[in-house]
Each structure stands twice: as structure tokens, then as C-alpha cells.
């Protein structure tokens, strides 16, 4: 009766992990860049050890682990913003940003200048350049973007923005603030971006909404499996207290 409990209890801990990634997505539904995430399951079988002595062989008791989060880095759509130092990236590909931490990656192109008139994201990372960061003056006049990346401005070309890929996208590590962490970054080397555009989240509300739905009923199922568990334990606790030796 206990394992049954236990099982439950593992399936239970699962899907309000499940219910905490679905909000999480929901929540980022308007955040320029930001990639959907899914919950990785797997059985995990109990016991371990081998227990030969009993006259019958043990069961294999079958839990629910949660033991990762994939995320989806399919591309979202692209809205025009017509801003200067907005930039979308056509295909794959991450802008490369400074940090203290060492450098981070995004899909979120929404930049601005910042008081000295460097180019810096949304929460004032430096958006680096294949030479370093890029900083423009008064005297730069207007700023173009071309498709391969190449900052220009009336004075002659500032840089070009670098843009980086990575063999397998999964192993990028989520460190807040829409942006990654990886390994071995590698150029693209057909860089493709847009000037004045953003690149949308890539969730899907209303799939997101049908899964909150289907994970809240499963929640809901496994908790009156409990419960009923619960009280057939607790009645046969009762019954086997008041038979008489």
C-alpha cells in the first residue's frame, strides 16, 4: 500500500514541476527571444539491489523522474518595429553578450544605446562585435545594420555584430534574464539579420493553455488516487484493530 503512496507521490511532485514550466512559458509569451521549454520524464525502477532471500523475488516498482527541461529553439516570428538598433536573426544563431560572468547569448535583439552611446540589450549588457563592443558618437549620424551583420554609419563601418552558434543547441544553459550559457561557440558563417525588427517568443498560447489544462485534471486524478488510498489504509488499519486476538 505504501508503494502505491510513493509512486503516486513521485507522479504527483512531477507534474507541479510540469504545471511550474507551462507557467513559465505563459508568463514569457510577450518576451522578445525567449524559447518554450518542456519537462523531460523518465521511469525509474525500484529496488535497486537484489533481494534473493525472500521466498518470492522483488517487485519492480515503477516511479516518476523529472530529470530535465529541453528547450525549443525554433524560431519565432519576426515584427517589424522599425527601430534603429533593433535586429532580428533570420535563421540560427545567437548575438553575443557581455557579462562579469563571462560572455552570454540571446535571441532577444531589442538594443539600445545606453549614456556613453555604447549598444547594450534591454538590462544594459554590452552587445558585442566581432572586434568588441560597439560604442557610436554624435558625430556617427545614422546607423545601418546589413543583412550580414555590418554596422555602419556616416563616418564608414563601425563593426559587425557577431552572431554564434552552437552544435547541439540543448546543451546551452538558461542563466536568467532570456539569455545562455554554453561551450565552444562556432561563427555562423551565413549571418543573416534584419535591422529594425524583433524576433517574437516562440510560445503558442493557446498550446500552452491546453497543456496547463491536461496537467492540472492529471494533478487532480493522482491526488483522489491518494486520498482513496488513504482511507483504504486507514479502514483496514481500523478493521485489523478491532479483531479480537
Given at each position: 500500500m505504501e508503494n502505491s503512496l510513493l509512486i503516486g507521490l513521485s507522479r504527483q511532485t512531477a507534474l507541479r514541476n510540469?504545471?511550474?514550466v507551462v507557467a513559465n512559458n505563459l508568463a514569457n509569451m510577450n518576451t522578445t527571444g525567449f524559447k518554450s521549454q518542456r519537462l523531460l520524464f523518465e521511469e525509474y525502477l525500484m529496488p535497486v539491489a537484489e533481494a534473493s532471500s525472500f521466498e518470492r523475488p522483488d517487485q519492480k516498482y515503477s516511479?516518476?523522474?523529472?530529470?530535465s527541461a529541453s528547450s525549443d529553439f525554433e524560431a519565432g516570428a519576426i515584427s517589424l518595429t522599425q527601430?534603429?538598433?533593433d535586429v532580428a536573426i533570420e535563421g540560427e544563431g545567437f548575438f553575443?553578450?557581455?557579462d562579469p560572468a563571462g560572455e552570454r547569448y540571446t535571441r532577444n535583439g531589442a538594443f539600445h544605446l545606453d549614456a556613453t552611446g555604447q549598444l547594450v540589450t534591454a538590462d544594459g549588457r554590452s552587445v558585442m562585435g566581432e572586434g568588441g563592443p560597439l560604442v557610436f558618437t554624435a558625430d556617427d549620424g545614422d546607423v545601418t545594420i546589413a543583412e550580414d551583420g555590418t554596422v555602419s554609419t556616416e563616418l564608414g563601418v563601425k563593426g559587425r555584430l557577431r552572431v554564434v552558434r552552437?552544435?547541439?543547441p540543448q546543451t546551452l544553459e538558461r542563466v536568467g534574464d532570456n539569455l545562455f550559457s554554453g561551450q565552444a561557440p562556432l561563427p555562423v558563417e551565413s549571418v543573416r539579420v534584419q535591422q529594425g525588427a524583433i524576433?517574437?517568443?516562440n510560445v503558442s498560447g493557446v498550446v500552452e493553455m491546453t497543456r496547463m489544462i491536461e496537467v492540472t485534471r492529471n494533478y487532480t486524478t493522482v491526488s483522489k488516487m491518494l486520498s482513496d488510498g488513504d482511507e483504504l489504509?486507514?479502514?483496514a488499519i481500523e478493521r485489523l484493530?478491532?479483531?479480537q486476538a
Open positions: 510540469q504545471l511550474s516511479y516518476v523522474l523529472d530529470y527601430n534603429t538598433f553575443v553578450v557581455g552552437f552544435d547541439d524576433e517574437k517568443s489504509l486507514r479502514k484493530g478491532s479483531v
